[in-house]
């Protein structure tokens, strides 16, 4: 593929400008300022995660902690301090924030029209952490694979467990639809960059070489193989 010098460029200014800019509002978030300055509570240390000492009159103090988007500890403090469980814990007995939880506390999961405070904050964190991961996985790697103005890939045949097709240095395949960096990938002068459908390739495939009538059917009448 050809990369549009331009494109790739304004899309990491984006990107990076987006990040910090959702960093910014994360920080200056009041709940977020309060626990990256520490703050005690009545409750026991029931929510699996750990606390610092106890003050005279009872209570647990929470240390500090920085702002860190992909940080279970950083997670766990600003949970426990708005009032949610996730009703599940990781190996090390902190909170559990998987895509689907971390969904959930942004009101995504089901979908809140009206979002609170709180839902928008999560949201925030959502898309803070996806940024990050489009800038350590893509953008700051990508330039060592662009010669003369091509995207340069490496295919494995014979890589994968289940043998289907993987890919790496860089890993063209694994960049999402939704991510916005496909439109940096354009076609060469002449031509045209077409998208296909590989659903069930392998059968299909196997319906070609083997010429077994009732398979042939199913592929052209688009049946369940």
Avoid at 65 to 70: L, P
Avoid at 90 to 100: I, M, T, V, Y
């Amino acid at each position: 593929f050809l990369i549009d010098e331009a494109e790739r460029l304004r899309i990491v200014q984006q990107c990076h400008e987006r990040e910090l800019e959702t960093f910014r509002l994360i920080e200056e978030h009041p709940a977020v300022k309060v626990v990256t300055q520490g703050f005690s509570v009545d409750e026991k240390d029931t929510w699996g995660i750990k606390l610092g000492e106890t003050l005279p009159d009872g209570r647990r103090q929470f240390k500090p902690t920085k702002v860190n988007t992909k940080s279970v500890h950083f997670l766990n403090h600003l949970s426990v301090y708005l009032g949610y469980h996730t009703g599940e814990k990781g190996d090390a007995g902190n909170l559990s924030f998987e895509k689907d939880i971390l969904k959930t506390l942004a009101g995504l999961l089901p979908e809140v029209p009206d979002p609170t405070d709180n839902q928008k904050l999560f949201r925030l964190i959502r898309e803070n952490r996806t940024l990050r991961d489009l800038n350590s996985k893509y953008l700051v790697s990508l330039p060592d694979y662009i010669i003369n103005g091509r995207i340069h890939y490496n295919f494995k045949m014979a890589s994968t467990v289940t043998g289907r097709l993987s890919c790496a240095n860089f890993n063209i395949q694994q960049i999402k639809k939704k991510s916005g960096l496909r439109r940096m990938f354009i076609a060469s002068p002449g031509f045209k960059l077409v998208s296909m459908d590989y659903d069930r390739i392998e059968l299909v495939v196997l319906a070609f070489l083997s010429q077994e009538p009732r398979m042939l059917k199913a592929v052209r009448d688009k049946e369940d193989l």
